[in-house]
């Protein structure tokens, strides 16, 4: 009888092996939506790309990650949207239908992952945007996440800053007017500012940051006599910005937000003296970063940004929570990844103790001969 039972194990080992091999392990599919094409390629999705690139084949070299005890792959699924908001919701639309994605990274942009955040709410299915810090990507939404700090934490640090390190008193806004990003950190600014004790004497604004002359509103921040002008917009618009108002005479500090781009900006040399914050710099060193810095060089032969290391933390995140979840059901992953403590990542330690959104540091930095160099950490 004894060796009637070891054969029938023996035989149902055997016809699980086998199955297992006629039927391999589904690859854990994760969604990426990134700006491959368009204006922002060079500035975002490059560094989207690559890291998103290289947390994968890091994963599948490592034998991929176990989900109860068998190993998985992991297969991203590059979508361009192009920086356009009607893209990004068609392209995540796919994924999550089409695809069927067990999460989502990106986008980038807040303009861009508001409307898909949407989407991902209502598939439930989580998502987690590397470097959206509009508070409305994730308000309301229990499947959503985010890496950076938000608008409103960064808006409130600047102020502080301009108030309790530069001892601004006056302050102009300089902003696109018709971007919820820009919009809405300019509203903040002007309220810390106020509620610590400042004025805000000149409140400019443009429709597009295409815009190529800002002549007209330089001319009016200048006869308000700011001592910081705050310019929560992209540089394309920033740089002219400077420039102009230099040529005008206008010697305000200009104080920049994390959209402010350091490779389009350290030729400008108008742009010296200017404050700007950052989500993350390879040179702010912890030894989760520098072991990053080194990988990503040596895969790429450059150094990664900001967007590279909170696409980085986005997917090891992932990679934690289904390992912890043990299952590749989206509900089982939202729930381990809003379960998130004390996760050290590369961009600092992650928390998703109160919703989706970590409290996060606010890095200060100044353009000194042409290059950032850290002034200030603001702490939430």
Known sequence: ?????????????????????????????????????????????????????????????????????????????????????????????????????????????????????????????????????????????PYVFRIAFTDDLQGRALARFARETLHARRAALLYDVALDYSRNLSEVFRAE?????????????????????????????????????????????????VIQARRLGLESVFVGSDSWNLESLHAVPEVEGAYYAVQWRADIATVEADSFVVRYRQEYGSTPDATAAATWDAFQIIFAAIRRAGSLAPDSIRRAIAATEGFRGITGVVTYRNGGDPPKSVYIMRFVNGRGVFQQRVDP
């Open 1 to 141: 009888m004894l060796g009637k039972v070891i054969g029938r194990l023996q035989w149902t080992v055997l016809g699980a092996v086998a199955a297992a091999c006629h039927n391999p392990p589904q690859d854990i599919r994760i969604g990426v939506l990134v700006e491959a094409t368009g204006p922002r390629r060079e500035t975002s999705g490059l560094s989207t790309l690559q890291a998103a690139r290289l947390a994968e084949q890091q994963a599948n070299a490592s034998g991929g990650i176990l989900v109860g005890g068998i190993p998985h792959r992991v297969r991203i699924i590059l979508r361009d949207i192009g920086d356009q908001a009607d893209l990004a919701t068609s392209q995540a639309r796919d994924l999550l239908n089409r695809d069927s994605v067990v999460a989502l990274v990106g986008p980038q942009f807040s303009r861009d992952a508001i409307p898909v955040a949407s989407l991902a709410q209502q598939a439930q299915v989580p998502m987690i945007s590397p470097m959206s810090t509009h508070p409305q990507t994730t308000s309301g939404k």
């Open 193 to 241: 500012f106020i509620a610590r004790g400042g004025t805000v004497v000149a409140d400019q604004q443009f429709t597009s940051d295409r815009a190529v002359d800002f002549t007209a509103q330089l001319t009016r921040i200048r006869a308000a006599h700011p001592d910081v002008i705050f310019s929560p917009n992209f540089t394309s618009a920033d740089s002219l910005q």
